[in-house]
């Protein structure tokens, strides 16, 4: 009987040890799963990081060529102040000067060698005049220094046509 009873209790020794031996080997394997799971997501933290330096460095040259660009037109605006072609006039009046010239359907047909359109008309502003216009060469003269800002809309339409 005692026999039985030993044989009982080291059956029930190796349950229990096989089952700690399971437990340990799930806990292993969980451990291995996280360690995995853990170092992908610090590669995948370290390119995050990586893309963000990269930013970062985009962000900073941009920031650069900003701060360039101020302090050159910081650089103009003293220029031209000092050289009197401000807001003011010739004369001191304070008129500021512009001119406007457009092209009509008569002046369009108007265009020498190289494609220069000779027929720019002259519209009348209230203002002084800031550009003359030659018509026999197609040019433009600016008639005293300064900052100009030049522009152009160019709009043109297209006949429908009725092919069948």
């Not at 995995?36 to 920031?63: C, H, K, M, P």
């Not at 050289?83 to 512009?98: E, F, I, M, P, Q």
Request: glycine share 6%; aromatic share 8%; hydrophobic share 40%.
């Amino acid at each position: 009987m005692q026999r039985l009873l030993q044989r009982r209790r080291v059956r029930k020794l190796r349950v229990v040890w096989a089952s700690l031996a399971l437990v340990a080997m799930s806990l292993a394997a969980c451990s291995a799963l996280f360690t995995a799971w853990t170092w992908r997501q610090t590669r995948d933290l370290s390119q995050s990081f990586q893309i963000l330096q990269d930013r970062l460095e985009q962000v900073n040259t941009q920031r650069k060529a900003i701060v360039q660009l101020i302090l050159e037109k910081r650089e103009l605006l003293e220029r031209v102040k000092r050289d009197g072609g401000s807001v003011r006039g010739r004369n001191g009046n304070g008129r500021k000067a512009a001119s406007h010239f457009e092209i009509t359907k008569l002046s369009s047909q108007q265009v020498g060698e190289g494609g220069v359109i000779k027929g720019w008309e002259e519209r009348t502003l209230n203002m002084s005049k800031a550009v003359r216009y030659n018509k026999e060469e197609g040019t433009f003269t600016v008639e005293k220094a300064g900052v100009y800002f030049l522009f152009c809309q160019v709009s043109f339409r297209k006949p429908l046509c009725n092919k069948l």
